[in-house]
């Protein structure tokens, strides 16, 4: 018989790993969360995603799928019931566009501004400002980036809706705040409430913790850092 269990192997800390397991969520799929400590990776990790060796990695029966936004179109297909992307091809096409400006701009620009200094974080924060002003015009007149309801986009932006707020704490910088984008504070509020989502975050208390512990070592090396 096939094997057609979903695993996901994970870490609550991940913003990736968070968009795979809404977008389960989200569908209903039953699966496993498989923690991963990404300072010891496990043999299974290595081996269903050995270009990268991140999480997430979604393990659907013996087929291994890595990188979040290409899990959660899978997921999104092979899976019935709630639709993340939308039908209209143009549509599909403008949510993927939104998904990696967020990679590409949104979230580079906004973590050299918390972990650069002098003159060099005043130019990150110029192009953070910018992205973060291009992106807020996206959901005008909208509750989410997917309208009604989450989507793609929604899930993609869950690192500005989330984690934003702890990096900057522990940067001590203000960047994302109600003052400058009303709107994507509100939007984070909403995209915080949905009960997939809730579920599937850690105490914010825990990643404030976590981030100040490892501080200095971010600052020096501009990379996440693990062990
Ligand atoms: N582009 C990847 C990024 C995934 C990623 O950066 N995962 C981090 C955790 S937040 C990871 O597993 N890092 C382990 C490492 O770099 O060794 C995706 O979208 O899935």
Known sequence: MEDT????????????????????????????????????????????????KKVPVLVHGEKPIAESLIVIEYVDEAFEGYNIL???????????????F????????????????????KGFIAQSKETLTTLQRQLEGKKFFGGDSIGLVDLAGCMIAFWFAVL??????????????????????????????????????????FFASKKEKIFATKAPVYD
């Open 5 to 52: 269990t979903v695993k996901l192997l994970g870490n609550k800390g991940s913003p990736y790993s968070h968009r795979a397991e809404v977008a389960l969520r989200l569908k209903d799929v039953k699966f496993e969360f498989l923690h991963e400590d990404l300072a010891h990776k496990s043999d299974m990790l290595l081996r269903h995603n050995p270009i990268h």
């Open 102 to 121: 967020i990679d590409d701009k949104v979230i580079p620009a906004f973590w050299m501004s918390c972990w650069t200094d002098g003159e060099i974080q």
């Open 86 to 100: 939308p039908s209209d091809p143009y549509e599909r096409a403008m949510a993927r566009f939104w998904a990696r």
């Open 168 to 209: 900057q704490e522990v940067a001590g910088i203000n960047l994302l705040n109600e003052e400058d984008y009303p709107v994507l504070c509100r939007w984070a509020e909403d995209y915080c409430s949905v009960r997939a989502v809730s579920e599937s975050l850690l105490d914010k208390n825990i990643l404030v913790a």
